[in-house]
């Protein structure tokens, strides 16, 4: 190791910044300067803008703590990450162990990219077309009335399952993904020295593949939890009325009513949950990556 | 051993339900752009009106070329940025490195709902205000990452000895980096260029705050449609951009694996 680095680095910042200049500036005006900006603009009671009266004050932030509203819209923004998050698991977990352990070489290969391959596409795109399949009379209602002898009526559109439904979809490709790095890992043998030992298949489950690819599961839910806290979109289109949630909050502050400083605050508060959550699986996000 | 085979069945059958959950809606889409119905009826009904009809809405090219300008501007900027902070990642040992490296995970992990509504506060204050200028000031910051992140993978697997042996060789910095270490890095610098195209082209949520009505790109002018009420129009285009996505993932996937076998 002291070798190659002898070899291989050389020390000193000075010959490495003009390397890193360029990229680190964008960063910093594009990303890291609008995060500080946004907390300064979340004290504000108006826009600093065309001459307009503006003074500090922490009324956004108490109309957080003071309107449950808000309250009330993190938590079940919260809550359909929770959710979200967990049929990722039940759905992708399995895929993950049959791609990782029963499929072989070049099938092996192509399946994984074709699971993958939806999630790096166009998300709205995505979710847009479950509109097709999940309305009155679309695809869904369609063939289960062709199928079924009894005449059922399936409208899940604009509804919470409906949200559920397009977010699963666009995320669990993200758990499959991280889960399949870390089973892929475990070493055959030492599955087949557990059952060797008389352990059944339920005992090596619980007690061997799932402790080995726990940095998988806690991997995709933190990298799913997040986004899907923060999700408008896909409330917006699949949820209708029903899809009012804290990420659609924030929207209407920048799109509709044009309250930014309220806005920064509720985006703010949506940040340092996000970071608590970051900092919990920071631990193992960065052993498994 | 019979169990064995009947689970591996089993475990092969769920993988072509799992392959069907996640295609089916956008095969469905994809289908009905082709169907005559403006209201999505059955029966099928063969057209390709929707696509003819694609052509006459300005709003819509004008829209499409926008993405197209501003991804490729972002490809170009965050390649060679992000290949040259790559580079310096790996060449150099000073304090702070550890930072610099967890500095990039921010953008790529904090949702897109808090970075888009940031920038749109910060490029009004500062006077950049909305438009394409800030969308591509936005798209770059977001590929920068992935770009970083993809190339000093590739360099992971670079013999530092080879730097070495032509520096000793006689050769000058630049010449080592050109024919030496660029050649090698090529496939990561491509895979991450291609990363760079993709976050541009379908990004949506920081596009959607720092657009205006004159100067938006296609997936924003989706959202739009969308909202107004579903047509087949949407569909087309909607089917244009999953296919050119999904093209271009799996030819960035040519390039690079994605974290699977080494």
Known sequence: MADQLAIGSRRGLKPALPLLLPAYLWLTVAIFLPLSAMVFFSFMTDLPLAGKEWAFTLGNYEAFFSQSLYSRLLLSSLRLGLEVTLWCVVIGYPAAYVLAKVLKGRSREAIFLLVILPFWSNGLVRIFSWAMVLREGGILDTALNAVLPFKINIDLMYSYPAVIIGLVHSYVPYMVLTCYLTLQAIDDSLIEAGRSLGASRRQVLWRVIIPLSMPGLIAGSALIFVPVVGSFMEPRILGGRTGTFYGTVIEDQFAAVFNWPLGAALSFILLAVVLIILALAAPVLRRAG | ?262
Do not use: C
Not at chain 2, 110 to 119: E, K
């Open chain 2, 1 to 262: 051993m019979a169990t064995t085979r009947i689970l591996e069945w089993l475990g092969r059958f769920y993988i072509v339900l799992l392959l069907g959950f996640l295609y089916l809606p956008i095969v469905i889409m994809a289908a009905m752009s082709f169907n005559a119905s403006p209201f999505y009826q059955l029966p099928f009904e063969w057209t390709t009106d929707w696509y003819a009809s694609l052509w006459q809405n300005d709003q819509l090219i004008a829209a499409t070329w926008n993405s197209i300008e501003i991804a490729v501007i972002t490809t170009i900027i965050s390649t060679v940025l992000g290949a040259m902070a790559s580079l310096a990642l790996y060449r150099y040992e000073f304090r702070g490195k550890k930072l610099l490296q967890a500095l990039l995970f921010p953008p790529i992990a904090i949702p897109w709902l808090i970075t888009g509504t940031a920038m749109l506060i910060f490029f009004f204050g500062v006077g950049i205000g909305r438009g394409l200028i800030a969308i591509l000031l936005g798209h770059v910051a977001l590929a920068l990452p992935y770009v970083i992140v993809v190339v000093s993978a590739r360099l992971q697997t670079f013999a530092p000895e080879l730097e070495e042996a032509a520096r000793s060789l006689g050769a000058n910095q630049w010449q080592v980096t050109m024919r030496v270490t660029l050649p090698w890095i090529m496939p990561g610098v491509i895979a991450g260029g291609l990363f760079a195209f993709a976050v541009s082209f379908d990004q949506f949520v920081v596009s959607y705050f720092l657009a205006t009505p004159g100067q938006t790109t296609l997936p924003v002018e989706i959202y739009a449609a969308i909202r107004k009420g579903f047509t087949p129009e949407i569909n087309a285009v909607s089917t244009i951009i999953i296919v050119v996505s999904m093209a271009l993932m799996l030819l960035t996937a040519r390039f690079f694996k994605f974290g699977g076998e080494k």
